[in-house]
C-alpha cells in the first residue's frame, strides 16, 4: 500500500508569506489521483487541489498544486489569516490513503 | 447546493455497534460514490471505506467490522461499525466522489462517536 509523507508536520509563518507543502509518496502516484484538502478546526474538510493541479470550485488562486510521480506540492502564494489550518495530501491506489497533515501556524 | 447531513452524536459501550447515516440532498447517491472517513481526537484522517453507485462497498481496514449501505428512497447512507472500541471514538465523516473523479468534494459536518465504559 502507497503511503503518503507530508512535510513538513508544522509550519510557521506570518501573514502575506509564501507557503510551500510537501507530499512524497512511497511510489509513484498518477497525478490524476492526487488530492489536497484543507482542515480548520471544528470543520469538515474542504477540497482545494484535485488531479494534482485543479483547483476546486470557489477555491482561490492563491492556491496551487505541482508534483508528479512520487514528489508532490501545495503552494500558498501570499498567506492571508484564514489560511491558517491543517492540511493533508490524499491519493487513490487501491485504497483512498491521506498523508499525515501537516498544521500551517501563525508565527 | 449539495448537503450532506449526518446524524447526530453516540455514546457507545465497548463491544456494542454504531449505525451512522449521511442524508444527501440536491442529488442521488446513485451517481455518486460515497465514501466514510474517521479522524480520532486531534489525529489526521483515515479512509475506512466506500459505496458505489452500484451498491457495491469495499472496505479498508475494518474486515468484518465495517457495514456501509443505503436506502435510494430516502437518499440515506448508513454506516454501521460493530464491535467497538475505545480507539474507535473518533469523528466519522462521509464524503462524496464524482465518479472517476478522485475527489472528496462535499463533505458532511461529522459524527462524533465517543466509545467508553
Known amino acids: 500500500e502507497i503511503v503518503l509523507t507530508q512535510s513538513p508536520g508544522t509550519l510557521s509563518l506570518s501573514p502575506g508569506e509564501r507557503a510551500i507543502l510537501s507530499c512524497r509518496a512511497s511510489?509513484?502516484?498518477?497525478?490524476?489521483?492526487l488530492a489536497w484538502y484543507q482542515q480548520k478546526p471544528g470543520q469538515a474538510p474542504r477540497l482545494l487541489i484535485y488531479g494534482a493541479s485543479s483547483r476546486a470550485t470557489g477555491i482561490p488562486d492563491r492556491f496551487s498544486g505541482s508534483g508528479s510521480g512520487t514528489d508532490f506540492t501545495l503552494t500558498i502564494s501570499r498567506l492571508e489569516p484564514e489560511d491558517f489550518a491543517v492540511y493533508y495530501c490524499?491519493?487513490?491506489?487501491?485504497?483512498?490513503?491521506f498523508g499525515q497533515g501537516t498544521k500551517l501556524e501563525i508565527k | 447546493q449539495v448537503q450532506l447531513v449526518q446524524s447526530g452524536a453516540e455514546v457507545k459501550k465497548p463491544g456494542a455497534s454504531v449505525k451512522v447515516s449521511c442524508k444527501a440532498s440536491?442529488?442521488?447517491?446513485?451517481?455518486?460514490?460515497l465514501h466514510w472517513v474517521r479522524q480520532a481526537p486531534g489525529q489526521g484522517l483515515e479512509w475506512m471505506g466506500i459505496?458505489?453507485?452500484?451498491?457495491?462497498t469495499a472496505v479498508h481496514m475494518f474486515q468484518d467490522r465495517l457495514t456501509m449501505t443505503r436506502d435510494t428512497s430516502t437518499n440515506t447512507v448508513f454506516m454501521e461499525l460493530s464491535s467497538l472500541r475505545s480507539e474507535d471514538t473518533a469523528l466519522y465523516y462521509c464524503a462524496t466522489e464524482p465518479a472517476l473523479g478522485y475527489k472528496f468534494d462535499y463533505w458532511g459536518q461529522g459524527t462524533l462517536v465517543t466509545v467508553s465504559s
Open positions: 511510489q509513484s502516484v498518477s497525478s490524476t489521483y
Open positions: 490524499q491519493q487513490y491506489g487501491s485504497s483512498y490513503i
Open positions: 440536491a442529488y442521488t447517491f446513485t451517481n455518486y460514490n
Open positions: 459505496i458505489r453507485p452500484s451498491g457495491e
